[in-house]
């Protein structure tokens, strides 16, 4: 299984980008999926995520600005990013939880990189 992550870049405070994540490979389904981010010197915190029952997380900081949705026939979660603040800069890594099996696997992509300046 492999996830190919997208979409990251500079960008002015208050503009806008959309990251995407395909996954690839073999597996049965895909259940939850989501996105994370390390800023600098932070530690790794989610972002916005689908639940398993189908509902979705966010991060108090990205309630309002962020949505993530999913594309189920693609494989491909994204997250479509406003109002962006420099403090919203990090790698922004997806995550997904694959179905192999009678298995659940966690696997994460790659990292892209957002800028955000002020």
């Known amino acids: 299984v492999q996830l190919q992550a997208w979409g990251g870049g500079l960008v002015q405070a208050g503009g806008s980008l959309r990251l995407s994540c395909v996954v690839s490979g073999t597996f049965f389904s895909i259940n939850d999926m989501g996105w994370y981010r390390q800023g600098p010197g932070k530690q790794r915190e989610l972002v916005a995520a689908?639940?398993?029952?189908?509902?979705?997380n966010y991060a108090d900081s990205v309630k309002g600005r962020f949505t993530i949705s999913r594309d189920n026939a693609k494989n491909t979660v994204y997250l479509q990013m406003n109002s962006l603040k420099p403090e919203d800069t990090a790698v922004y890594y997806c995550n997904v939880t694959v179905v192999a099996g009678v298995l659940e696997f966690a696997y994460w992509g790659q990292g892209t990189l957002v800028t955000v300046s002020s």
């Open positions: 689908f639940t398993s029952g189908g509902s979705t």
